[in-house]
């Protein structure tokens, strides 16, 4: 191993300067490690680090593994940025929940050997991908957790049409639709009332969001599916969001078509701790 790029939540070191130390010598226990690390270039200002500072592009595209200093939103900006060329990545928690994360800051200095020695399994999980013709062209926007059809406005409702390969699964008026890959089953999905589904069973979850009807239920449906989202009354407010960072106007295109997209995100694990584990104690699933 010998180029590792570090992607690091500016926000949190803007807001919580007292995190800049931490995300500092997480750097410094790299440099001393590693052959070459770079940093994106807004972090390294943050940091006083500026002569490791690179744009996102360049780092992406030499870094044979990313590390992540952050939560759960910059580990999923990471897997969007990386999945392209399949860059490992491992996650530092250094925000809230850290769901995806891997270590904490803490282990990370102990953890560098067997990391550079490139002696730690892979973890791949599905993403999804959604497509939305706007201006005349089409764009497609890569997600990891979900993909989002939601008002920006709180007033009305949102009446949506959903269908699975062309076929007509349901309508109803709703404060929008999340498409979910298994990962983001335990995001905002979960939240909605969705499943828990394991990131083995690879499959798409469609979940309304606050439907005005008692009947619209979950759905899951096969990782081949194409499910097509259509806001069939014109909505100016309308949004497409992808892993809730990521957003589009739908004011003027109407109809979102999402499906598993070809790249895959790679995680480092490093350690055997199993998926109900993490379930259980990340949900705070006690016993009594």
């Known amino acids: 191993m010998t180029t590792v790029g570090v992607i690091v939540n500016t926000t949190r070191l803007r807001e919580h300067p007292d995190t800049v130390p931490e995300a500092k010598t997480a750097v410094h226990a790299l440099v001393r490690a590693a052959p070459s ?25 030499r870094a044979e593994l990313l590390v992540v200093l952050g939560g759960d939103g910059t580990i999923l900006r990471a897997a969007r940025l990386a999945a392209g060329r399949g860059i490992p990545i491992v996650g530092v928690n250094m925000g809230g929940f850290g769901f995806l994360a891997e270590l904490s800051a803490d282990e990370l ?54 269908s699975v390969n ?38 798409i979850v469609i979940t309304p969001i ?14 081949h599916d194409v499910v097509t989202v259509e806001v069939e009354a014109p909505a100016s407010d309308a949004t497409l969001t992808v892993d809730g960072r990521v957003g589009v106007s739908l004011a003027q295109t109407r ?33 009594r």
Not at 119 to 131: I, K
Request: glycine share 8%.
């Open 37 to 61: 690390v770079l940093v994106t270039a807004d972090a390294a200002q943050l940091l006083g680090l500026s002569e490791f500072g690179r744009s996102e592009e360049e780092l992406t595209e």
């Open 109 to 162: 200095p102990a953890a560098l050997p067997q990391l550079l020695a490139g002696r730690y399994d892979v973890d791949e999980r599905m993403m999804l991908q959604a497509q939305v013709e706007q201006g005349g062209r089409s764009h497609t926007l890569l997600a990891l957790n979900d993909v989002v059809v939601t008002k920006s406005g709180v007033a009305r409702v949102l009446r949506l049409r959903i």
């Open 166 to 203: 062309g076929e007509h699964l349901a309508s109803y008026p709703a404060d929008g639709v999340i498409v979910a890959t298994p990962t983001g089953s335990t995001a905002y999905s979960l939240s909605a009332g969705g499943p828990i589904v394991h990131p083995r069973v690879e499959a």
């Open 210 to 223: 606050c439907p005005h009807t008692f009947n619209a239920r979950s759905v899951i449906v096969d990782q």
């Open 255 to 287: 109809s979102v078509v999402v499906q598993r997209a070809a790249p895959a995100a790679r995680f480092v694990r490093l350690r055997d701790s199993g998926f109900y584990t993490i379930l259980r104690t990340k949900l705070a699933w006690g016993g």
